[in-house]
């Protein structure tokens, strides 16, 4: 079995990842008994598109060509943060707009790239102004509303160099895999070039029907529950979880924080659990089960790891 089920974006209120990345590889393999490594390191984006509609990232080449980031007010606070302003280290932005988003009590900051014409503005980014314009937003006229979103996980599955994991039968691949290479804050697309040699090598090792792995978990005959799962409850377990990593294990965390979100999510789970076990299968409480796994060994692993390290940012105090 070859995992490539993505990363964990989903698990956060505001995300650049698609709806299925929700942490299920990560879960799977957790309670088959798999080695885990690197959880706390969650990269976030600095800039996503905030709108309704969901998040899109605007890449951070227009930070590059110029886009300065402005608060609520309309006032540039980037100076506040560090001597390179926008083009500070990904990290530093993404909590700076954090702060910023904290201090003023509000759900988003705004990039103005509007000092450039038009025509430049489509030709250098075509994809960044279609998608805005699409949702009534002009970037050659207007500020874009932004937000930093859950973007990469660094961690995941631990994998050797041929994409095995601690289990017999078991590889993982792509961004739900650990091969070692991000460390704790992933460079550019580090992660396609990832994709590529993992995907060749885990490939061709498969193949080969190896068995050498010390342990492979015992499988169980599954009790199916009669009741009809309900949407509802889905949903508002999704909202806890999304707002209790966004606020308790994103961008600035510390060890009350995370103990306060330890709590609420292995409370959660548990609850989640007794709901998987009664319920009819579907991919929706399928999903959830996986989720509210994924997330609490995200905040065991943040709980471990006591200093700051790439991603990983923990408040002093």
Same mark, same amino acid.
């Given at each position: 079995?070859?995992?490539?089920? @993505? ?20 879960a799977?393999?957790?309670?088959? @008994? ?32 110029? @886009? ?23 990290d530093?932005v ?25 025509p ?26 932004i ?6 996980s660094?961690? @995941? ?9 601690s ?27 990832e ?18 792995a ?52 292995r ?50 105090g």
């Amino acid at each position: 079995v070859v995992l490539a089920t @993505g990363g964990g974006g989903h698990l956060f209120a505001n995300t650049t990842n698609p709806a299925q990345s929700s942490g299920e590889g990560i879960a799977l393999a957790w309670k088959a @008994g798999a080695a885990i490594e690197d959880l706390e390191f969650v990269q976030f984006h600095p800039t996503a598109l905030y709108h309704p509609s969901g998040r899109f990232l605007i890449s951070e080449a227009l930070r590059g060509e110029g @886009g300065k980031l402005l608060n609520q007010k309309g006032e540039e606070f980037m100076q506040l943060y560090h001597k390179d302003k926008e083009l500070a280290p990904r990290d530093i932005v993404s909590r700076s707009i954090h702060i910023e988003m904290l201090k003023q009590e509000t759900a988003c900051m705004f990039l103005d790239i509007s000092h450039k014409k038009e025509p430049w503005i489509q030709e250098r980014f075509p994809t960044i102004y279609n998608h805005c314009l699409s949702k009534g937003i002009n970037i050659s006229k207007e500020l874009i509303p932004i937000v930093p979103a859950a973007h990469y996980s660094c961690g @995941g599955v631990g994998v050797n160099l041929v994409g095995k994991t601690s289990l017999k039968r078991l590889y993982a691949i792509g961004e739900t895999a650990c091969t070692g290479i991000h460390g704790a804050n992933r460079l550019a697309s580090t992660s396609l070039l990832e994709c590529l040699v993992w995907g060749y090598f885990t490939g061709k090792d498969a193949i080969e029907q190896k068995d050498d792995a010390d342990y492979f978990p015992p499988m169980h005959d599954w009790n199916i529950g009669k009741q009809k799962v309900d949407k509802a409850r889905i949903a508002q377990e999704w909202l806890t979880i999304k707002n209790t990593m966004w606020n308790l294990a994103g961008l600035i965390r510390s060890q009350n924080k995370l103990r306060s979100a330890f709590q609420i999510l292995r409370t959660l789970q548990s609850d989640v659990e007794q709901f998987y076990q009664k319920s009819r299968l579907d991919n929706d409480i399928l999903s959830l089960r996986n989720g509210a796994q994924t997330a609490l060994a995200i905040i065991s692993s943040a709980l471990e790891a006591r200093e700051s390290l790439g991603t990983h940012y923990v408040e002093r105090g």
